[in-house]
Each structure stands twice: as structure tokens, then as C-alpha cells.
T-cell receptor, first 114, second 111 residues
């Protein structure tokens, strides 16, 4: 069965420091991969997506992610974190086929210290 | 371009009652998916509607049902509410692409 694992439940970084959020997936074929961000009490905003091609993808707000097939990973990175990046981040796998449902990880809550 | 909207924002119901949540898809999107997000969890897929037909369902009981209308807006109905139904309910729309765009959600509290 398809699944997504986000090993880090909670991460704290200092403002200006670099960030890497981990995501591992289990999927039989080449997956569609996504990162979404959720501010408290809000819906999900799409940060970036990977379908095929270049394994390093750029997203909004200065985020990027790298697809590594050999490691079944799709880690999210940002070189310099801003206080406004504090939020919960979800990695998701999109199933191909008749139903393009998304399978989400349990999320990583990011706190940013001044 | 109008994004995905949901109503109401919050509501409180009593166990055993029924509830209807509403979603308007993004302009031009013909597919609507519903997700349940319990506190501290990632969203879980409930079902998807494409052109007014159910197009896939997650592991949710039949008391969770839905509709999609000709304008592609959608409703999620939950009968016989249970305490565990308390969650944020998210609607997402898409059109011919795996990318789904989410609304702000409806926070349901069952007491």
C-alpha cells in the first residue's frame, strides 16, 4: 500500500538558518509528489510538485525539493528560514489512475526562533 | 480567478445529528475531493466527485456521502455523527491534473 513518512514531528530552527524537512514514500510506480504548507486553522497551500524530469524542483516562497528515486525520498529545503515560515508542512503522494487521491504524511511542525 | 471556498467555517453539532458541508470549486475545475483532517494528523481522503459522479472513495463508512452539482460545487453529508467525526474537513478541486487546490476547511466539533 502507498504511504508517506515524515520522520520529524516537530523541528525548531533559528531565523536565517537553513532547513530540510524529510519525506519518504512507498509507491509502486513513479509517483506524483507534493509539498503543502498549512498555517494554524487554515487550508493547505501548494508549495511545489514533482511529476517527472528534473529531480530538483523549485517552489514558492524560496522552497525547493529534490526527488531521489534510490532513496524513495522527496526532501524539502530552504536556504534561509524566515519567521513567517513557521507552519505545518505536509508531504503527499498522488495516485495516478482514475482517482487522483492524495496520500499525506502526518506532517512536520516547524517553529522558527528569532 | 476565485479559489476554492467552503462553508461554514465552523460548526458545532451533537452526537447523532446530521451535518452538510459545502464547497465551491475553483473556476474551471470539474473534480472535487474531500478530506478529513483530525487534530495532529495529515488529511485522509474521503471521496472524490467528477462530473457529478463519485469517482473513488477512501476508508470511510457509508454515513459519509456526497453530491456534486452541475456547476461542480459539492456537498459532504455526514449522518449519525460520532465524537470521532470532530475534525477539519477540507475540500480540494482539480481539473485534468493531479494537482489539487484546497479550500480553507470547515472545522466540525461534535459534542
Amino acid at each position: 500500500a502507498q504511504s508517506v513518512t515524515q520522520p520529524d514531528i516537530h523541528i525548531t530552527v533559528s531565523e536565517g538558518a537553513s532547513l530540510e524537512l524529510r519525506c519518504n514514500y512507498s509507491y509502486g510506480a513513479t509517483p506524483y509528489l507534493f509539498w503543502y504548507v498549512q498555517s494554524p486553522g487554515q487550508g493547505l497551500q501548494l508549495l511545489l510538485k514533482y511529476f517527472s524530469g528534473d529531480t530538483l524542483v523549485q517552489g514558492i516562497k524560496g522552497f525547493e525539493a529534490e526527488f531521489k528515486r534510490s532513496q524513495s525520498s522527496f526532501n524539502l529545503r530552504k536556504p534561509s528560514v524566515h519567521w513567517s515560515d513557521a507552519a505545518e508542512y505536509f508531504c503527499a503522494v498522488g495516485e495516478s489512475g482514475a482517482t487522483n487521491k492524495l496520500i499525506f504524511g502526518t506532517g512536520t511542525l516547524l517553529a522558527v526562533q528569532p | 480567478e476565485t479559489g476554492v471556498t467552503q462553508s461554514p467555517t465552523h460548526l458545532i453539532k451533537t452526537r447523532g445529528q446530521q451535518v452538510t458541508l459545502r464547497c465551491s470549486s475553483q473556476s474551471g475545475h470539474n473534480t472535487v475531493s474531500w478530506y478529513q483532517q483530525a487534530l495532529g494528523q495529515g488529511p485522509q481522503f474521503i471521496f472524490q466527485y467528477y462530473r457529478e459522479e463519485e469517482n473513488g472513495r477512501g476508508n470511510f463508512p457509508p454515513r459519509f456521502s456526497g453530491l456534486q452539482f452541475p456547476n461542480y460545487s459539492s456537498e459532504l453529508n455526514v449522518n449519525a455523527l460520532e465524537l470521532d467525526d470532530s475534525a477539519l474537513y477540507l475540500c480540494a478541486s482539480s481539473s485534468g491534473s493531479p494537482v489539487q487546490y484546497f479550500g480553507p476547511g470547515t472545522r466540525l466539533t461534535v459534542t
